[in-house]
């Protein structure tokens, strides 16, 4: 793209060369007019003002003054007997009054006229006319010419004036570090750059908050990283020093069950930061809900019959297609059905639901287990926090990640008294309007 | 030496627990602040180990309230928090020393045992009285300048009484610092233990003070 200033002048230069040159074709058209006009008048009245009685023998006198005007008067025989320019002897034109002609290989204006048996014919070279023309014209368009050079500079001057809120803008974002997000001030800028500068903010202002979020995952992942490895590394030296079997073989496998966790985190981390970096709905397909649930609940059966947990999918009747992206809306139930039967003892029930209601398709995960005290069920959500009566250690990401995924898929999400008397109801709303997304 | 390890997290808590037992000391474990208060009301911990991240009532608090009681025993916070205002924090509400995870087993073993020598008292790191001198970093004796060896019971209790030079120690107390609560504690263990010393150090090198405990005299 070529710069606006460059294109500016260039558009403004043509529009005056244009105008200057109209402007110049109409004033010499009209100077032609007036001249012809001026020049026929003047034939009229040399033809009048010759003396109406010429003796007939011929005279050639040379008319020094005006090469291009040429007097000749014929008597009634015929004959010239008067001529004012021996060099241009034209012919005797019988039409009386004005007309144009070619002779010699230009164009003449000539006047006739009979007075007293005498023949008057007076002519002027058209070329004389268009040098006058000519002359009126470049007179009319010489102002403009030499203003051209005076408008570009003041032009260039103007625009590089009003540009300048441009210049100092881009200087400010120019100069600033990736931490500096603030807004830029929009006050004492001209309206157009109003309107770029608020975009910029709007966008400054959410890479702020993505900027922010990241910070504090970051802050609380450094912290959240070092319990694991504190563990792995204590264990591993713990390990190192121990001689004796059998406890070297249990240290061992303790170290095992501690890399373990580690990995754990570290992947269930991932997870969460793929989840929430992917703001747009991505991949999103109509799928069977009543698969989506017998399915998570197959892959956990091997769990739950190790646990000695009764593990139930309660499809809906009718089946329901649902958009959703799919991988995501696997890892939500199994991570809600991870849970429900980690902290269900063993002989509880976990029963995974799903029917519609009037605006929702609900899915509910139902367990009998210890359950989440009503002042915690906020905070559970939130990345890291670990409910005070967890005893299993895990990750404190888990259903930071199904409220990540939940909010990808519009769906509400709320913690309730399971109906099995103790434990936990976890109920997710889908919204089935899928127009949606 | 007994320890109590106040930490939350099941798996650093275990490996801990198991490497501090490894290396001779008597430990009991709490994993939550109101557990640690109760395990404190008795001050007869030589040093504490202290996670800040604990459920129901915070590792500051806890030391707080430790120390407004009077507590004396050495404070070692074990956290993972690493920023300086953290550690100042920490060391400024009565901790003695901060190590921030994930730490080395061996860094914190001498730091355990620099606290425990900075409480009793004392700058060199071994132990001496009597001709009897105690390596605790490398748990060697040696007497009248030859090695000899020790079991791990006998070395704590000598080394509890080598303290205090000359200062009586009581029976309950020596049990208390060489057994934690996990520990099976048979009638008579410290008895036992004083006659296998005094076989190896001599009859009178440790003295039964009647019906008040054991010393160890100071060196003329």
Redesign the interface.
């Known amino acids: 793209m070529p710069s606006i200033q460059n294109k500016l002048l260039f558009w403004l230069v043509l529009c005056i060369v244009l105008a200057s040159s109209c402007s110049g074709i109409i004033s010499y058209k009209k100077s032609f007019t007036a001249t012809t006009e001026l020049f026929d008048y003047l034939l009229q009245e040399v033809a009048t003002s010759l003396p109406a009685h010429l003796d007939t023998k011929t005279i050639y006198q040379r008319d020094s003054l005006n090469k291009h005007i040429v007097v000749q008067i014929w008597n009634h025989k015929q004959h010239l007997i008067y001529s004012s320019n021996p060099e241009w002897k034209l012919p005797r034109y019988t039409q009386q009054g004005f007309q144009t002609i070619t002779a010699f290989s230009t164009s003449w204006r000539i006047y006739t006229e009979n007075r007293r048996s005498n023949y008057i014919q007076v002519a002027y070279q058209s070329s004389a006319v268009h040098e006058l023309a000519t002359e009126l014209a470049i007179q009319a368009i010489l102002p403009f010419a030499l203003i051209i050079p005076l408008v570009l500079i003041l032009v260039a001057l103007i625009i590089h004036q009003g540009l300048s809120p441009f210049r100092s803008t881009a200087q400010a974002l120019a100069e600033r570090t990736p931490d500096q997000l603030e807004p830029l001030p929009t006050k004492k800028l001209p309206k157009e750059l109003v309107i770029i500068t608020r975009a910029i903010n709007e966008l400054l202002a959410r890479l702020a908050s993505a900027l922010n979020a990241q910070r504090s995952f970051v802050a609380d992942a450094?912290?959240?990283l070092?319990?694991?490895?504190?563990?792995?590394?204590?264990?591993l030296?713990?390990t190192e020093?121990?001689q004796q079997e059998p406890q070297r073989s249990q240290?061992l496998a303790?170290l095992h069950?501690?890399l373990n966790?580690a990995i754990h985190l570290v992947e269930q981390m991932l997870l969460l930061a793929r989840q929430e970096s992917s703001l747009e709905p991505t991949n999103f397909q109509l799928h069977s809900i009543n698969q989506l649930v017998v399915h998570a609940v197959q892959s956990q059966q091997a769990l739950a019959q190790q646990k000695k947990i009764h593990l139930e999918a309660q499809t809906s009747p009718e089946d329901i297609q649902l958009l959703m992206n799919l991988s995501s809306m696997e890892i939500l139930l199994r991570n809600l059905i991870e849970n429900a039967l980690k902290h269900t003892p063993p002989e509880g029930i976990v029963i995974v639901a799903v029917h519609e209601d009037n605006q929702a398709i609900v899915l509910r995960v139902v367990d009998n287990g210890c359950g989440i005290d009503a002042e915690e069920r906020e905070q559970v959500f939130r990345r890291f926090y670990r409910a005070?009566n967890n005893?299993q250690?895990g990750t404190g990401l888990g259903l930071a990640i199904v409220k990540s995924i939940a909010e990808q898929h519009h769906a509400s999400i709320a913690l309730l008294d399971s109906p099995l008397g103790q434990g936990l109801l976890v109920e997710l709303k889908l919204p089935k309007n899928i127009n949606k997304f | 030496m007994r320890l109590l390890l106040i930490e939350d997290d099941l798996m650093i808590g275990e490996s801990l627990e198991a490497s501090l037992q490894h290396a001779q000391y008597a430990v009991d474990w709490v994993q939550d602040g109101h557990q640690a208060l109760l395990a404190l009301e008795h001050d007869l911990y030589d040093l504490i180990l202290l996670d800040l991240g604990l459920p129901r009532l915070q590792g500051l608090d806890v030391l707080k309230h430790y120390r407004k009681q009077q507590g004396e025993a050495a404070v070692l916070i074990l956290t993972a928090r690493d920023a300086p205002s953290d550690r100042v924090k920490g060391l400024d509400s009565g901790a003695d020393d901060y190590l921030v995870k994930p730490f080395d087993l061996d860094e914190l073993l001498a730091r355990i045992r620099a606290l425990l020598r900075r409480k009793a008292g004392r700058t060199q790191p071994e132990l001496a009285g009597n001709g009897l001198r105690l390596d605790p970093a490398k748990h060697q004796a040696f007497y009248q300048n030859q090695q000899i060896h020790l079991s791990v019971r006998e070395f704590n209790l000598l080394q509890v009484l080598l303290e205090k030079p000359g200062q009586v120690v009581s029976r309950e107390t020596l049990e208390s610092k060489l057994y934690g609560w996990q520990d099976e504690i048979e009638s008579n263990t410290v008895e036992v233990y004083i006659h296998l010393l005094r076989k190896k150090l001599g009859k009178d090198f440790i003295k039964n003070v009647r019906g008040v405990g054991y010393k160890i005299e100071e060196d003329a």
Do not use: F, N, V, Y
Not at chain 1, 226 to 234: D, Q, V
């Open positions: 450094a912290h959240e070092r319990s694991p490895l504190t563990a792995l590394k204590l264990q030296q713990l020093r121990i240290a303790k069950e501690r966790r005070t005893q250690g």
